[in-house]
């Protein structure tokens, strides 16, 4: 008992008599932990954000119909999507496509959930505005041009519905499409208008999925779709799967060597320093070692130390690396980064190895000397 | 004097400079990597997303709505409007013609398609005079016609260019094609070769539809004219491709009868994204300022680019792709950012680390301060000198640090990129005003610090 408390009373003493050194020695364990805790966390999370990002790529999975089948049934196709996991689903875009005409000219309409394309296919460029209300479109760029239609105008389709029926409706040019593909051509509504106008409802040509998942996952959810839904043929879009693939592995093998590095050399900037602050105490550590301390007991004290500069240091660096990673992806993502707990043990413990070690040298090498040698100085 | 010391503290305590330099030249390299690093990884990142393909598709003026609304493609109205293959290489020659990585010339036709497969055992010897057939010219031949396997209408056959050999006006040359830009694609067999006109690749759904294996032979045939294809390979691209045919444009161009005839273009570049003057100039680049338009024109947006692509190509519209575009300067813009702030940690890291040892190195000098304070020295000489060692120490240090720091980013470029990463020069002095700002913010604070305490009470201790 007169022992540990001696112990304590080493230890307390020796931190609190040298508070600048004792400033020194936390600040250095602190930003070692810092920048370790708040490393890992984007490293873990940046696979996560980046694939939401490459999300704008639009659709990587397209829900076709199977066979010879021209269109999916409502219902079917969303007991396929249903399949596909929730928290991974970025947005569903479905779509009927009809030839109407506009002044008598052939023009495909599509019907489709206009939220979810806004969600699916986050490339389109809009000049105007999304159609909010029902009996507003959107046009294609080329549409527009060929009719000359602005955000405001009015359009009128015609065509034959679904019983043969001659069908006409009016329509506000809400807002034009730029893509720069196909989709320029086209001319959008939400489902339910152009249903009405049809005559029928249930039917949709394809589905577009928007999936944040890797390759792996995709894959799972392909085959599950093919094996439970068997009227949906689902198709990944192997240029956005493929080339996301490639990208992200890029990107995270860049964001990994950059941590490996940065870590590594701040690791051993701690350690320096740590070996600086113990180093000075050469004289200490020979006066004790005259008075008697046995080595053991010596370098058990330092440890000590070590053990309280880790512990704290660790503790402050993962609390101040955790907000760290939080303004990196709040600025990077504008979205908030998950809290690993895991990781608070793990900075603690690795802050705690390091700073040990770093003490373990230099002390080993003062109580190795003869007390006269190092009292004398030199 | 003062040298003699300065040495004399360098090489006595050459141990504790040693760690000094140590420390320096770890949180100089640490700077050095990560700013290299950083500088340079719009431009590889950017290189890596080409394989998304295509950022710009290049389409006749005019021409560009007829197929898409009408599914007009032969005929009146159609039949004049085109590029002109030749005026291609000039894409090359833009203003922004170092960012052009890959480009691709199309030109389809609507064919009937008549297979002669090489597995069937009947079919075989038929397959085999047809292969001779091709082998010795591949020119149009009927012969084929009586050996019929399985017909097929309206399959559309693509031209384009493989892996192009072209030589610039300017006397350079470079090779080009969908066998770069098509990284995705998944092709079992082999691409087919730009000077064998006879070679085909097959989309996979065509394929197994119509049970096409690599070794077959086509016979395409369109408004009375026929040519014999050799299906070299089946891709697989996930897309409407897969129910295509890609042969070498030549061949399209013999069959349909559009010698040196086009119908679109799709060009990968490197862009810069886009930003509120690249999109007020991809709406009318006239309603821009003469400054505007000029920074506008000499920055790689991608609607700069289709602009300089409308002016050297006869009667063009280029179009930006906005899928590829658009994300393209989303993902770039963050990756940038993303690294810009793990810069700016690891070298607040690297400046704590630096000034917090220099810290603890002067503090425990005391004993030496104190002496000469005793001894009658001043307080500026004795800053001096203290100050002299250590920036000397740092300037060691330093100087070692950049270089290991240029190692440390040419190992990252390689294993991440596969490629060295630009040192650029402008690292130099900032790295160098780092490790001088932090050396005297580590250091002044504690001379002063030791000024300040009384030569007796240092020299008793404590």
Not at chain 1, 213 to 234: G, H, M, R, T, Y
Not at chain 2, 370 to 395: R, Y
Not at chain 2, 430 to 455: E, H, K, N
Request: net charge negative; glycine share 10%; aromatic share 6%.
């Amino acid at each position: 008992m007169k022992r540990q408390t001696m112990y304590l009373r080493m230890i307390t003493s020796s931190l609190v008599r040298r508070r600048s050194r004792l400033l020194v020695a936390l600040l250095a364990v602190a930003i070692g932990a810092t920048i370790l805790s708040g490393l890992v966390t984007i490293y873990y999370d940046v696979p996560r954000q980046l694939g939401q990002e490459f999300r704008s790529y639009g659709a990587n999975l397209i829900l076709v119909p199977a066979g010879d089948e021209p269109s999916i049934d409502r219902d079917t196709a969303q007991r396929a999507v249903d399949l596909i996991p929730k928290d991974e689903v970025v947005g569903i875009a479905p779509y009927r496509y009809e030839t109407l005409k506009i002044n008598e000219q052939p023009t495909v309409v599509a019907g489709t959930d206009l939220e979810g394309v806004q969600k699916a296919s986050p490339y389109w460029f809009i000049t105007g505005e999304w159609p909010t209300s029902s009996k507003s479109v959107l046009i294609g760029q080329e549409v527009a041009d060929l009719i000359r239609l602005t955000p405001g105008s009015s359009l009128t389709l015609n065509g034959t519905g679904a019983e043969g029926q001659a069908v006409s409706a009016n329509f506000t040019v809400s807002g034009i499409v730029q893509t720069g593909g196909t989709e320029e051509a086209f001319v959008f509504m939400a489902l339910a208008d152009l249903e009405a106008m049809m005559g029928d409802s249930g039917k949709l040509n394809v589905v577009e999925c928007s999936i944040s998942a890797d390759q792996d996952d995709l894959d799972k959810i392909v085959k599950n779709i093919s094996n439970n839904v068997e009227e949906v043929s689902p198709r990944l879009v192997k240029r956005v799967t493929e080339s996301e693939g490639t990208v992200l592995t890029k990107l995270q093998a860049l964001v990994y060597l950059v941590t490996v590095v940065v870590l590594l050399l701040t690791m051993i900037c701690v350690a320096t320093t740590m070996m600086a602050v113990v180093a000075e105490r050469r004289k200490e550590i020979g006066l004790k070692k005259a008075l008697g301390a046995s080595n053991k007991s010596i370098v058990i004290e330092f440890l000590g130390e070590g053990l309280f500069f880790g512990a704290l240091g660790g503790l402050l660096g993962s609390g101040l690396g955790f907000l760290f990673a939080q303004v990196v992806s709040m600025n990077v993502f504008t979205r908030a980064i998950s809290f690993q707990p895991l990781l608070i043990p793990v900075t603690v413990v690795v802050s705690i190895a390091i700073t040990g070690l770093a003490c373990l040298l230099p002390v080993r090498s003062a109580t190795d000397v003869d007390p006269a040698i190092v009292l004398r100085g030199e | 004097m003062f040298w003699r010391m300065i040495s004399g503290a360098l090489f006595r305590q050459k141990g504790k400079m040693l760690m000094i330099a140590f420390t320096v030249a770890l949180g100089a390299s640490l700077a050095t990597a990560m700013l290299d690093v950083m500088l340079d990884v719009g431009d590889k990142v950017n290189q890596e997303l080409k394989t998304y393909g295509a950022n710009i598709n290049v389409m006749p003026k005019g021409a560009s709505l007829l197929d898409d609304l009408y599914g007009v493609e032969e005929g009146a109205g159609v039949s004049n409007q085109y590029l002109k293959e030749e005026e291609l290489g000039r894409i090359k020659t833009i203003f922004w013609a170092f960012n052009i990585v890959d480009f691709a010339p199309y030109l389809d036709a609507n064919v009937d398609v008549q297979l002669h497969s090489n597995a069937g055992s009947v079919t075989a010897a038929s397959g085999t005079s047809t292969e001779t057939s091709v082998s010795s010219g591949g020119s149009t031949s009927s012969g084929g016609s009586a050996n019929v396997a399985s017909g097929t209408a309206g399959v559309e056959l693509v031209g384009t260019w493989f892996s192009h050999h072209l030589e610039l006006p300017t006397g350079e040359s470079l090779d080009t094609g969908i066998k770069n830009m098509k990284s995705w694609w998944d092709v079992s067999g082999e691409w087919p070769r730009d000077d064998q006109p006879t070679s085909a690749l097959v989309g996979s759904i065509l394929a197994s539809q119509k049970g096409i294996d690599v070794g077959d032979t086509l016979t395409a045939s369109t408004q009375g004219r026929q040519q014999d294809f050799t299906v070299v390979g089946i891709f697989n691209a996930g897309g409407e491709e897969d129910e295509q045919v890609y042969v070498p444009l030549l061949a399209v161009q013999q069959l349909t009868g559009r010698a040196g005839l086009v119908s679109s273009v799709e060009v990968s570049a490197l862009t810069t994204p886009d930003n509120e003057l690249s999109r007020r100039a991809a709406q009318n680049p006239k309603s821009l300022s003469i400054k505007e338009w000029e920074t506008w024109y000499c920055t790689a947006y991608v609607s700069a680019i289709s602009y300089q692509i409308e002016e050297v190509i006869t009667d063009s519209v280029a179009k930006p792709i906005r899928q590829v575009a658009e994300s393209e300067g989303a993902i770039l813009e963050k990756t940038q950012l993303l690294m810009l702030l793990i810069t700016v940690l690891s070298l607040v890291g690297a400046a704590l680390g630096i000034s917090n040892l220099i810290t603890a190195s002067v503090m425990e000098r005391s004993r030496e301060i104190g002496l000469l304070k005793a001894l009658g020295a001043h307080n500026l000489p004795i800053s001096w000198l203290v100050l002299a060692e250590i920036l000397i120490t740092a300037v060691v240090g330093g100087v070692a640090g950049y270089f290991a720091g240029i190692g440390f980013a040419q190992i990252i470029g390689h294993s991440v990129f596969g490629s060295a990463i630009d040192v650029k020069p402008m690292v130099i002095p900032l790295v160098a005003v780092l490790i001088f700002v932090v050396t005297l913010a580590g250091s002044i604070p504690s001379i002063r610090l030791l000024l300040r305490l009384r030569p007796a009470e240092v020299l008793h201790g404590r």
